[in-house]
């Protein structure tokens, strides 16, 4: 994103944290940057422009770091889920000012574009928490999956709120290991029982698919291209110091990519080494890499 779109954010959320949505002038967030008012209006049409596009700012923010996690093959999907949720807690308290303005002024009723917004993170959350239930306790899980994402949701937002709004002091680590067990009394509760699911994929069919679309959204050209370039690698046959070489920049080029700022210059220079091993089959997708970083 645009450094200077960012600062004009990162201004927003705290003039927004402090003041309330409603209260803040497009005036005072100008004032804070020091810079003219009509400026702001270059980047964004409007303050409800600057509200969505902030909370999409903080939604890439902690959607990179859970991607991150994810594509991390030394951890467990237990030890996976565990640390995205972690991660997930440390953002929401890095910013809870900003959203506890958001659920006090219900910001989510401002407009469609922002309630469509919500509506595709809710049930993006909800695929993601399908996956790994089912990575986690394999295919006997997957008939109950739709209804334990939606209890463990519940329970991690009931905790969050009384964090945010109540501001009750959990130890975090700890937290998300009672999520944790609570997860395993769902899942293992309900496939003991054996009894016929409430949500279903047949009940459920167009929101998961809705979950599934925008999960695809959230994964960038980038992180697509670099997905596939570590499949191409790790599919090479056999092995060898060529195929390590190539691996271990791959991990360079997912560690630069999934930092808040990365740095561009250094991930075309890794494509420029890779292009020397001349392995045809990778070219395509180090095109699609320098394309989508330009």
Known sequence: MNSKRVLILEAAMKCFAQKGFHATSIQEIADVLGIAKG??????????????????????????????????????????????????????????????????????????????????????????????????????????AIDASTIIQAIVADYTSYMLLYRKKFEPVRLIAFFMERLDDVVQGMMKQGGKPILSMGNMRNFMKMAEEGRGKLISPVDQALNQLRQLVSDMPGTSPVQAELLACCDVMDEEWAKPGPQRLIMKGLIAYLRTFEQPELLPCLHALETELK
Do not use: C
């Not at 999409?56 to 030890?79: I, N």
């Not at 900003?98 to 574009?113: D, K, L, R, S, T």
């Open 39 to 144: 400026s702001l209006y270059f980047y964004f049409k409007s303050k409800e422009d600057v509200l969505i596009s902030a909370f999409e700012h903080y939604y890439d923010l902690m959607t990179r770091e859970m991607l991150s996690v994810a594509k991390d093959q030394s951890l467990s999907p237990r030890d996976r889920l565990s640390r995205q949720l972690l991660l997930q807690l440390e953002q929401i308290m890095q910013h809870q000012e900003f959203i506890v303005m958001m659920m006090n002024e219900q910001a989510i009723q401002i407009n469609e574009e922002m309630h469509r917004f919500m509506f595709k993170s809710k049930s993006t959350t909800l695929y993601w928490f399908y996956e790994s239930i089912v990575e986690i306790y394999g295919d006997e899980a997957k008939p109950y």
